[in-house]
């Protein structure tokens, strides 16, 4: 009586795609944690006074001003930055429209090698400092070199494990986030509010910079040159069916009635469980199936590869779908001596093979969110972390209904300082009082 | 305290959690995202709870009804909201019946069920631990310890670590026990869950009398394995149960 093959159930593999942004969102502020509380157990005002960027330009916090000066002071400084930030955006939305498409992709590869190579080494130095590893000058410069040199490889030469390139892209925004959370505090928070603000309007006002680069993208049918986390597509066997069928299963997307062609390309996903290739009855699936039917044999690993290799047959499909790509663009300043730009994405949208995308640069802000967090106290870190993985499944929700391009900030960020500020002052007094009389419930 | 024995405290309050988690719920993405999101509801219900208090804080500490008020409103106040999970739960589940019906799969099974109850109460376990134990540990490495009056014999950490493993597993399976009941509309069980976490919470009290926590830990482990045998035999009896429904619909 005993049922050996009963069908499986929904709740094996529902919210998978959520899981696989999940994961990298996490994994990255969670070394930032490790390397702000590694790195900042001593006095953390040292390291910040050497800090100059963009984002101090107007007005370097010192510890004996008023709260009220040190507001105003952070006020100006963040409008400094994201006016800054929005001219660049501009620029960016300018050379897009000039098709300089070319330096675009160099200057990208020139940044994250500036971030892997510089900032990266910096925060090296800073660990074998506090550390003290033994370690030579030559020995040090030949893996940095290499790690910069194959990070920039991995993240624009799509032939690489995807593994590979996922991983670089979350290094390159823990080391992004790392330097902004060096910042002085009320700047660091004034920003993230600040950033949230214009996010949304860049992406949903009809002047704003990022929409319009998103609609010039989706009207060439071209990729947008930028740093985009890009989660791996669900896919699983049902060992049920024969022959191992890969059954594909990506988000919907509205049919736009300007495609006309995009037949094969997988623009329009469709958010389907396909128990047989047999029953399917969802005839608006089988696009799907088709372009992915070399895949259906394989496993995850083949899977991959199989992708890569038809990447470069398939670069005009995969610019095609940009319909569903709906990302933010956000140029990033980094905090460096040398103020050079980088191109990172913000926002979330839906890739070609159906997976989410996630702009680098939220994973940067809310890294350093978390990280600043942790500057305080590991309560408002665990406070901060629930509070951003909140926002980020509402604003995953939210794009799932409204099938267009989405700020990711605004949300994550909002409920995160508002996490902050409850922990800080209500739940912490609570929690201690409590806890320290031995009173649990 | 040094980093070995940090992590020492912390296994001990979150291992049961840990490996419950890597077995049963890593393994369905649905239930790690009812775990964060039943975690981030009682993260809410104690920073509700520390809102209402935060003006009569600190309480002297010499009597001690005002933390019996206090942990008696915060109780009531976690079971009411354990109601409105449950609601927000009934709803969610005719979502995914639905969901389940447009996918040609099979609803819900009684098995699925209850593993979401499971990862609802590991939710609410796991906020227990990390907010009432583990958020002390971290700022607490270096080379020293800390004792409290009231029970010198052995680390705060320690105690509270303890304290903290038996209300991680009197959570996690209160809500499976709760679930249940609000299901199948058994009044014992609803009325078991509450009972069990305010006697708990109470038995905390007993802290307060110097050498207390040689009654209260004791107590508070006696009331996790009665939770824990209750649970074990509700699910043990729906499982045999549910196992001749479906061999006697066949």
């Not at chain 1, 952070?74 to 330096?103: D, E, G, H, M, Q």
């Not at chain 1, 940044?111 to 990266?120: D, T």
């Not at chain 2, 920073?47 to 002297?60: H, M, N, S």
């Not at chain 2, 009290?205 to 035999?233: D, R």
Request: charged share 15%.
């Amino acid at each position: 009586m005993a049922q050996n093959q009963r069908p499986r159930s929904i709740l094996e593999s529902l919210g998978e795609e959520i899981i696989r942004i999940i994961t990298p969102v996490s994994i990255c502020m969670f070394m930032v944690v490790i390397l702000v509380s590694v790195l900042n157990s001593n006095s953390s005002s040292s390291s910040s006074a050497s800090v100059n960027s963009i984002a101090t330009i107007a007005y370097t916090e010192t510890s004996s001003d008023s709260s009220w000066d040190k507001f105003l002071g952070a006020l100006l400084n963040s409008l400094v930055f994201v006016a800054v930030v929005t001219v660049v955006t501009f620029i960016l939305v300018l050379l897009f429209y000039l098709r300089c498409t070319k330096f675009l992709k160099l200057y990208m590869g020139f940044s994250a090698f500036v971030v892997l190579g510089f900032m990266g080494g910096e925060i090296a130095l800073f660990l074998i400092e506090d550390f003290s590893i033994p370690i030579d000058c030559i020995t040090f410069m030949v893996v940095l070199f290499n790690f910069a040199v194959v990070g920039v490889l991995a993240v624009f030469m799509s032939k690489m494990a995807i593994l590979v390139t996922q991983g670089y892209l979350v290094i390159i925004g823990m080391l992004v986030a790392y330097w902004f959370t060096l910042l002085p505090e009320w700047t660091t928070w004034v920003l993230l509010v600040a950033l949230a603000l214009y996010d949304l309007a860049a992406v949903l006002l009809p002047v704003g910079p990022l929409r319009l680069l998103v609609e010039l993208a989706i009207s060439r049918d071209e990729d947008i040159p930028a740093l985009v986390y890009e989660a791996r597509p669900v896919t699983y066997n049902d060992t049920g069916s024969m022959g191992g069928v890969a059954q594909r299963r990506v988000w919907r997307g509205r049919r736009e009635e300007n495609l006309n062609d995009d037949s094969n390309s997988n623009a329009n996903g469709v958010f389907v469980d396909n128990v047989d290739s047999e029953s399917d009855s969802l005839s608006n699936a089988s696009a799907v199936l088709d372009s992915n039917s070399d895949s259906n044999t394989l496993d995850n690993a083949t899977l991959v590869r199989a992708e890569e290799a038809r990447v470069p047959e398939r670069d005009a499909e995969l610019s095609a779908p940009l319909i569903d790509h709906r990302m933010n663009i956000q140029p990033q300043q980094q905090e460096d001596a040398v103020s050079s730009e980088s191109l990172m994405l913000e926002g979330i949208g839906l890739g070609s093979s159906g997976a989410i995308k996630l702009g680098l640069g939220d994973f940067i802000f809310y890294s350093v969110l978390v990280g600043r967090a942790a500057m305080y106290d590991f309560m408002t870190v665990y406070a901060c972390y629930l509070a951003i993985i909140a926002g980020l499944g509402v604003t995953l929700m939210l794009l799932a209904l409204y099938q267009k391009a989405l700020p990711a900030l605004p949300v994550s960020i909002a409920l995160g300082v508002l996490f902050y500020l409850l922990t800080r002052f209500l739940l912490e007094v609570f929690v201690v009082e409590c806890s320290l009389n031995l009173l649990m419930f | 305290m040094t980093v070995a024995a940090g992590i020492g405290y912390a296994l001990l309050t979150l291992g049961p959690s840990l490996s419950l988690f890597a077995s049963v719920i890593s393994k369905k993405p649905f239930l790690i995202l009812t775990v964060l999101s039943s975690t981030l509801l009682w993260l809410i219900s104690l920073i509700v709870l520390a809102g209402v208090w935060r003006g009569f804080l600190p309480l002297k500490s010499t009597s001690w009804w005002p933390y019996g008020l206090l942990i008696f409103s915060s109780v009531a106040f976690q079971e009411g909201l354990r109601v409105l999970f449950w609601k927000v739960y009934k709803r969610l589940e005719d979502i995914l019946d639905a969901f389940a019906d447009k996918v040609s799969k099979p609803h819900l099974f009684l098995t699925d069920k209850m593993q979401i109850a499971l990862a609802g109460g590991l939710g609410h376990g796991v906020a227990h631990a990390v907010f009432f134990c583990l958020s002390l540990l971290t700022p607490a490495f270096g080379p020293a310890t800390f004792f409290v009056d009231r029970c010198s014999r052995i680390p705060f950490f320690l105690v509270s670590a303890i304290i903290s493993l038996a209300f991680v597993t009197i959570h996690t399976f209160s809500m499976v026990i709760a679930f249940n009941g609000y299901a199948e509309g058994n009044k014992v069980d609803q009325l078991f869950v509450p009972v069990v976490h305010l006697v708990a919470g109470m038995a905390t009290l007993v802290n307060f009398a110097s050498g207390g926590c040689m009654i209260s830990i004791p107590l508070l482990y006696l009331i996790a394995i009665l939770t824990l045998i209750h649970c074990g035999k509700m699910v043990w009896r729906r499982l045999i149960e549910n196992r001749g429904e479906i061999g006697s619909s066949q």
